[in-house]
Each structure stands twice: as structure tokens, then as C-alpha cells.
Nanobody, 125 residues
């Protein structure tokens, strides 16, 4: 069992930066691939980014590519999402997730085994 706790959300202005953290307990994160998703009111939860076990490969949604960076520190059992040049459309609850197995469908919520409770990010214009 893995418990995930996100932090770092808040209210910022357009163009600002935030760094989200996802701390894991229960199991070491080094055996899991990690992802970030987000959900805005009235919308489906959507893929933002993922990173594999060794950090040699990451994927990003087109909407955040070039602005967001996912990283992991296995020694601290923590995954990060650095968000730069934030836009009002980035406003959402951000969730981190962990999956045990390789999957080509890394953008799909269904392949992730564990989820955090989410952290709110609000970007004002």
C-alpha cells in the first residue's frame, strides 16, 4: 500500500510559478512510475505529466509542455511538479498518482494504482 500526500498548491497570478510536491509513505517510490493529473470544476480528470522509475523518461500533456517539469527524488520518496508561466486555465485540483507496472496508456487514470487527495492550484488573470 502506498499513501500519497500532495502539497504546494495555492493562489498565484498568471505568469507566476509553483512547485507541487507529492510525498509517499508505505512503500518506496523507486518501484513505481509516477504521474500528475488535474481536474477543473465540471471537467474530467486529465493527464498532466508522468515520469518512469529511473527518471530517464517523462511525458507531458501538450497544454503544459515547455512550462511544467516533473521530477523525482527517490531518496526522499517525493515527486515534484515545477509549474512555470502559469495560466488561468491551469486552475484545477492537482493529483499525484503511482502505478506499479509499465503502460503505454500512461495518460489513462485507470492504469494508476494509488492516488493522493489533491492540492488546489488557482491562477488569477
Amino acid at each position: 500500500q502506498v499513501q500519497l500526500v500532495e502539497s504546494g498548491g495555492g493562489l498565484v497570478q498568471a505568469g507566476d510559478s509553483l512547485r507541487l510536491s507529492c510525498a509517499a509513505s508505505g512503500r518506496t517510490l523507486s518501484s513505481y512510475a509516477m504521474g500528475w493529473f488535474r481536474q477543473a470544476p465540471g471537467n474530467e480528470r486529465e493527464f498532466v505529466a508522468d515520469i518512469n522509475w529511473s527518471t530517464s523518461s517523462a511525458h507531458y500533456a501538450d497544454s503544459v509542455k515547455g512550462r511544467f517539469t516533473i521530477s523525482r527524488d527517490n531518496a526522499k520518496n517525493t515527486v515534484y511538479l515545477q509549474m512555470n508561466s502559469l495560466k488561468p486555465e491551469d486552475t484545477a485540483v492537482y493529483y499525484c498518482a503511482a502505478r506499479r507496472f509499465y503502460s503505454d496508456s500512461y495518460t489513462s487514470k485507470g492504469v494508476y494504482d494509488y492516488w493522493g487527495q489533491g492540492t488546489q492550484v488557482t491562477v488569477s488573470s
